[in-house]
């Protein structure tokens, strides 16, 4: 019985390489081929990968050095190197570099600044929360101007109970209408960020704050009177 089973297992063994010797035959061209082109991909896989990293980290140097020279005052070198960064840098630097940008020209014109954020808030091509971010940065640039009805809305809109910005949009918001003396309309803002449990606790102090001057209403001003001045008749 032993001799049987080592008899078949050895033609089942001998069946398997005849098998994988015709297969090899018909096949062998198609099979070093196919090594091939893994042993390259691997290879060229690798290589790609490499080259990405040291394209990040020189990117990651020269946006260094454009920051640096931005806070030296050197505002046209690191426009310069921005710009450069962000027309050929990796994705990740020159999206960074597009904000950068931006701020850089909004210290020189706020205007301008604004714009340059609305370009990226209109840029499909990045995520939500960066668009939204650049939607921010554009209505804070033109809440103070002649006309901040534009930047009210949007401010509006980031609001939302969803929004990753609420928490900065809802302040400015309570604080415009506080500074406009609209005590109802700031007290509605500020009541929202209260009630918001992710409120960051700074905000929460400054709340506090905020919700006295709207509990304390406007402060009239009355016109001094001089020292000798008679006082006023009594009218019965």
């Not at 962000?86 to 600044?113: I, N, Q, S, V």
């Not at 370009?119 to 971010?133: F, H, K, N, V």
């Amino acid at each position: 019985m032993a001799e049987n089973n080592e008899f078949i297992r050895e033609v089942d063994e001998d069946y398997r390489r005849d098998q994988i010797a015709q297969i090899w035959k018909r096949y062998n061209a198609l099979i070093i081929t196919l090594a091939i082109l893994l042993v390259a991909g691997v290879g060229g896989y690798n290589y790609w990968r490499h080259a990405e990293r040291a394209r990040a980290e020189a990117a990651s140097e020269r946006f260094d050095k454009a920051n640096r020279l931005a806070k030296d005052g050197k505002v046209e070198e690191a426009d310069r190197d921005f710009a450069e960064i962000r027309a050929d840098g990796p994705a990740g630097y020159a999206l960074l570099a597009r904000f950068r940008l931006a701020a850089e020209t909004a210290k020189g014109d706020a205007a301008k600044g604004a714009e340059a954020y609305d370009t990226l808030a209109a840029d499909s091509g990045i995520g939500d929360s960066l668009r939204d971010l650049a939607r921010l940065r554009a209505a804070l640039l033109r809440l103070d101007g002649a006309d901040p009805t534009a930047a009210l809305t949007s401010l509006q809109g980031l609001a939302a109970p969803t929004n990753a910005f609420r928490h900065t949009a809802r302040e400015m918001l309570g604080l415009t209408a506080l500074k406009r003396g609209d005590y109802e309309g700031a007290g509605r803002w500020f009541d929202q960020i209260g009630a918001d449990s992710e409120t960051p606790q700074g905000l929460r102090q400054r709340v506090e704050i905020y919700e006295a001057l709207v509990a304390g209403g406007p402060v009239t001003v009355t016109e001094a009177q001089p020292e000798n001045a008679a006082p006023p008749p009594i009218t019965r």
